[in-house]
């Protein structure tokens, strides 16, 4: 399958608590998102790489959301320190960027739980 | 920033024929994105449009107008099948950001 995935599908954790969140996108992509969604909401972005370099990252994540791609292919989404408010599905996209095509082909996502 | 509009839930009957609305203000417009999402699923796409027109893929069809900010998804012969949520989504800006709206959940009833 060379699709995008990512990793875990589903986190359960406690208050306070870091997470991580990987993402591998189909390889020859140059361009990673991360989007958050929750329950009746369309995809809210978060943050987005052209190969290694983050553009551009949401107003709305506080500084206890961190993203990486140190090498320009897989990526990885950190929180520090967990809300309740934290809990949604994080979807990672991918797309090439070639000035014919931008279809985003979107991951199954992580469905992070705080409890 | 960038402000998309679309109406927040649509019913339809089997075999008829639904529009989706898409309304958006944004400055550097480079194109405008319509993708499907079932319940607990992914994002899939169905279109992308970027000069004014109708694009017509199957039983989908995509239209834009870009002096008027505004789009729309035609689906024909409805299925229920096609009972999901509808997304529209804008690429903008000098790092031609994607920006998704809210969606539209689309019930086809019998």
């Known amino acids: 399958d060379t699709g995008v995935s990512q990793n875990p599908r589903h986190k359960i954790t406690k208050r306070g608590q870091n997470v991580t969140f990987r993402c591998d996108p189909i390889?020859?992509?140059?361009?990673l998102y991360w989007y958050r969604q929750t329950l009746g909401q369309g995809p809210e972005f978060l943050t987005y790489?052209?190969?290694?370099?983050?553009?551009?990252k949401s107003r709305l994540l506080s500084d206890r959301f961190s993203a990486e791609r140190p090498k320009g292919s897989f990526s990885t989404l950190e929180i520090q320190r967990t809300e309740q408010g934290d809990s949604a599905m994080y979807l990672c996209?991918?797309?090439?960027?070639?000035?014919?095509?931008?279809?985003?082909?979107f991951g199954p996502g992580t469905r992070l739980t705080v409890t | 920033g960038q402000n998309i509009d679309q109406p927040t839930e649509m019913t339809a009957t089997e075999g008829a024929i639904v529009q989706i609305n898409c309304t958006y203000q944004?400055?550097?417009?480079?194109?405008l994105f319509w993708y499907q999402q079932h319940a607990g699923e992914a994002p899939t796409f169905l279109s992308y449009?970027?000069?004014?027109g109708l694009e017509e893929k199957g039983r989908f069809s995509s239209f834009l107008s870009r002096s008027k900010g505004y789009s729309y998804l035609l689906l024909k012969e409805l299925q229920m099948k096609d009972s999901a949520s509808y997304l529209c989504?804008?690429?903008?800006?000098?790092?031609?950001?994607?920006?998704f709206g809210t969606g539209t959940k689309l019930q086809v009833i019998p």
């Open positions: 390889s020859e992509h140059n361009r």
């Open positions: 989504a804008v690429r903008a800006g000098g790092y031609q950001k994607v920006t």
């Open positions: 996209a991918s797309s090439l960027e070639d000035g014919r095509a931008y279809e985003q082909y």
């Open positions: 449009n970027v000069l004014d």
């Open positions: 944004t400055s550097g417009f480079n194109g």
């Open positions: 790489f052209q190969n290694e370099a983050q553009l551009e």
